[in-house]
């Protein structure tokens, strides 16, 4: 009788052929293709009344997979799921054995099918992982199985049980979840602190100066002995905010000090002083780090950055793209030590491997952080990559080489110089003007990184020189509101406050913008009306939905459900029977038009000469009435910026909504006139002026 094959199950189609390749003839692969068994779309699918029970189902389209999983797994050897090593992938190992029929009635493996059943996980599909993690087998981590489904279970409660007083108080068809609300709140009272902010004018002084024909330019300091720059903190509900202005706010006070400086032909040199300083490599990439570089380096999204992860990883080049963790193992360290000494030389390895420990809390330590699973020549695979995946994975694949190699290397070395320079004459103040150069005098760990800024080189002078003036210059300035979120500095937030974990960033920023919640313009995430006014009414009823220590707190708590420190169902029960009851009363108090107003205008109704407000209507924003409904008046909302269209030169440019929310300026001559752009032409008319 042939011996039978082990089967071996995964999640991805994509990992089938490399998992077979080293694991040989004896074993059989194949592919769940991701979850088979879910909650429903069509009902709660949680029983509240029975310890919040899940009631799972196949997922549609997914029964011809189960099916075909139960014909290979009564003819196999032993059966191994190896699924992906974090929460989601081993609940989608322990739907797989629940639809296999191994389990108990507890969840666990059956005792007729704990020898045939096991779990293998790896971090990395290269040969060595592969057989190193079927060698040693392992149970179910019925932790994370719990982790899980506490997770999935909230957040079907919370989305279930808002979303229809949403769509009967504002739009139908809107969504809440537990952190996309969270999420779309930072962007949402960020507008709201940019909009608050009082800009006021500020200006600052300069001289140029030549000094045996080489130029100078340097910035005044302090003024009578009193620093002229002052920094002014702001407290923002996601922290504070620093911002910057001078002592010189008026046009007034900026003439009277130029005047003056005009009486100083020369300047003395007060000080010169040198120094040197280091700069440490940066952590290997978690993956809120890898989502934030690739967006600020490369111009993607968390969803492409992880879309293109998840390819490279399937294929063998990097290790598991989920993790919080900025471990290197010996099996990298070593040969990335090696690669450094041979390709750069000996002052480019420290004397010791580099750790780094991660600041988040609960951070798994015993993963690894994100690197490439072999230290070779980096052209080679990424050309290679380019031509089996495509240009953006190799360029992403680059990113994380450069970084994981580059934290093994030693520190960069820097000269810092700092000029002080007094004007020479009999003036009506006491002036210091300072320059400042830096330059790098050994690269170090940027050989692999690269550089983000240039040198700046001032003139080597000593105490005692004389530059002569060339001219004093002034440049006005605007204290700056804080800056809109971009999709980098809002996973920064999210991890900070412990909102949501490393694999739910991608998809929180992706539904916030699907829902049109959140358009983008250029980089920034501009919260829709509709956005605000979801985050007010939750606000308003719910704040601990959208309360940041609240959901930090309970992200905690389903993290200790992981390490085995809590029963998931009395985390779920503190939450659910206080939420029930609010939502209860809520439908009963809430009035649709509470939430229908967003702000009176400074526009009287042409009929009845009311105060006009804009709405919010199924397809956006309106003029209405205040007297609604006595006076019917109703107009299209049109926001202006203040620039005719540049084709026509007739028509305003006004600001669109695409349907899934992303804005765009078009003609108000529309259809006539069909000039658009995705770009602010009032940015390109500001660079060419």
Known sequence: MPKKKNLVVVESPTKTKSIAKYLGKDFSVTSSKGHIIDLPKSKLGVDVENNYEPLYQPIRGKGNVIKELKKLAKTAGKIYLATDLDREGEAIAWHIASALEVLDKKGHLSKDSADKVKRVVFSEITKD???????????????????????????????????????KKIQFGLSAGRVQSVALRLIVEREKEREDFKSTP??????????????????????????????????????????????????EKLEELENDLKNAKTFIVSSFESATYSKKPS???????????????????????????????????????????????????SPARDYIKNEFGDEYLPDEAITYASSQKNAQEAHEAIRPTSVGDLKEASLEIEQKIEQKAAKLYELIYSRAVASQMTNAQYKRDTLTLKPNGNLNHDYVFSAQGSILTFDGFIK????????????????????????????????????????????????????????????????????????????ALVPSDIGKAVTHLLVDHFPDIVDLSFTADMENQLDDVAEGKGVWQEIIDEFYKPFE????????????????????????????????????????????????????????FIEKIGMNCPDCKDGDIIIRHTKRGKIFYGCSNYPKCKWASWEDPRKEEDESA
Not at 148 to 156: C, I, K, S
Not at 210 to 239: P, Q, R, Y
Not at 450 to 478: C, F, M, W, Y
């Open 129 to 167: 992982a592969i057989l190193e993690a079927f060698d040693h087998p392992r149970d179910f981590d019925y932790g994370l199985i719990d982790a899980y489904q506490a997770r999935r279970v909230l957040d079907r409660l919370v989305g279930y049980k808002l979303s229809p007083l949403l769509w």
């Open 202 to 251: 500020y200006y600052k002084i300069a001289m140029n100066g030549v000094k045996e024909g080489k130029e100078l330019t340097a910035e005044l300091t302090h003024l009578d002995d009193e620093k002229i720059e002052t920094k002014n903190k702001l407290s923002l509900f996601a922290g504070e905010y620093t911002y910057s202005q001078t002592l010189i706010s008026t046009k």
């Open 283 to 333: 952590a290997p990439f978690s993956t809120s780090t890898l989502q934030r570089s690739a967006s600020t380096r490369l111009g993607l999204t968390p969803k492409s950055t992880m879309y293109l992860a998840q390819q490279l990883y399937e294929e063998g080049y990097i290790t598991y793209h989920r993790t919080d963790s900025f471990n290197l193992s010996e099996q990298f360290v």
């Open 448 to 523: 692999m990184w690269g550089r983000t800024a240039e040198d700046r080189d001032i003139p080597q002078l000593k105490e005692g020189d004389v530059v002569d003036v060339n001219d004093i210059t002034n440049s006005q300035h605007d204290t700056s509101p804080p800056p809109r979120y971009t999709d980098s500095s809002l996973i920064k937030d999210l991890e900070e406050h412990g909102i949501g974990r490393p694999s739910t960033y991608a998809p929180t920023i992706d539904t916030i913008i699907y829902r049109n919640y959140v358009g983008r313009e250029s980089s």
């Open 581 to 636: 009851e609010t939502i209860e009363k809520k439908e009963e108090e809430l009035e649709r038009s509470d939430y229908k107003v967003i702000a009176e205008l400074d526009e009287k109704c042409p009929d009845c000469d009311h105060i006009l407000v804009s709405k919010l209507g199924r397809y956006g924003k309106f003029k209405s009435c205040s007297n609604f409904p006595e006076c019917k008046y109703a107009a299209p």
